[in-house]
């Protein structure tokens, strides 16, 4: 069971671009799942979060530009990202806490992350 993000690149300012996390796996639980992003020489931020009802916070600088969404029958979270500059220029990460169950049964409740992917926004 892993998280696998995915949808990052090299954009224009002012573009647009929709990130993707996937929970692969066989997994019971997916609670809330996070966006996470760390830019070059700072310390990882929280963008947003969703619950799995589809309640939604965000971290206060990036209200506005920023929509967190999920599905959870493809246990997937959404991370779209409008008027993008170049202050957004960092690996973004996913993040959730995730239950499931090994082949022998043992219950493993644990917060995961995803590999990160990267965006660049060109000036």
């Known amino acids: 069971v892993q998280l696998q993000a995915s949808g990052g690149g090299l954009v224009r300012a002012g573009g647009s671009l929709t990130l993707s996390c996937v929970v692969s796996?066989?997994?019971?639980?997916?609670?809330?799942m996070s966006w996470y992003r760390q830019a070059p020489g700072k310390q990882r931020e929280l963008v947003a979060q969703?619950?799995?009802?589809?309640?939604?916070n965000y971290a206060n600088s990036m209200k506005g530009r920023f929509t967190i969404s999920r599905d959870n029958a493809k246990n997937t979270a959404y991370l779209q990202i409008n008027n993008l500059n170049a202050e957004d220029t960092a690996t973004y990460y996913c993040?959730?806490?995730?239950?499931?169950?090994?082949?022998?049964?043992?219950?493993?409740?644990?917060?995961?992350w995803g590999q990160g992917t990267q965006v660049t926004v060109s000036s």
């Open positions: 993040s959730a806490p995730l239950l499931y169950y090994l082949h022998d049964g043992s219950p493993v409740a644990e917060r995961a």
């Open positions: 796996g066989k997994v019971s639980r997916v609670d809330d």
């Open positions: 969703i619950t799995s009802g589809g309640t939604t």
